[in-house]
């Protein structure tokens, strides 16, 4: 009994380490999308409004109107939420930002389907790149 109890005990803590650790883990780019640049001009004010609008529609409810990660449904999800106002955001290639904001990984869902547009997807980041 107790090596059951033992096996069942270690079994139930390394699911919950490596749940935590898997949180954590560093985002993998894939080649094809590492080298993207974003092909549409930051300054077009109607690319923004596009970018604004999907971004209120798709992301505000986790990321937060400002992109604080402090959404309303922020706190539901296991994933720290990132604050995509920081340097360490901005820094990223076009290419890391597309990949995450539209192919996303676990609590990140995927956007290719319900953001279909190539050109709407890239002014939803130049909206987020000016918050």
Same mark, same amino acid.
């Given at each position: 009994m107790k090596k059951i109890f033992a096996l069942f005990f270690a079994a139930g803590l390394f699911t919950v380490l490596t749940a935590f650790l898997d949180q954590n883990e560093p985002w993998v780019i894939p080649d094809k999308y590492a080298s993207m640049t974003n092909p549409t001009s930051d300054?077009?004010?109607?690319?923004?409004?596009?970018?604004?609008?999907?971004?209120?529609?798709?992301?505000?409810?986790?990321?937060?109107?400002?992109?604080?990660?402090?959404?309303k449904k922020a706190n539901e999800i296991d994933t720290p939420m990132p604050d995509i106002t920081t340097a360490?955001?901005? %820094?990223?290639?076009?290419?890391e930002k597309y990949y995450k904001s539209f192919i996303g990984?676990?609590?990140?869902? %995927?956007?290719?389907?319900?953001?279909? %547009?190539?050109?709407?997807?890239?002014?939803?980041? %130049?909206?987020?790149?000016q918050l």
């Open positions: 300054s077009d004010s109607e690319c923004i409004d596009v970018g604004e609008s999907l971004y209120s529609k798709h992301c505000k409810s986790c990321h937060g109107s400002e992109g604080f990660g402090d959404g360490d955001y901005k %820094n990223q290639s076009d290419g990984r676990k609590d990140m869902p %995927n956007y290719e389907k319900k953001i279909t %547009n190539e050109e709407d997807r890239w002014c939803l980041i %130049n909206y987020m790149d």
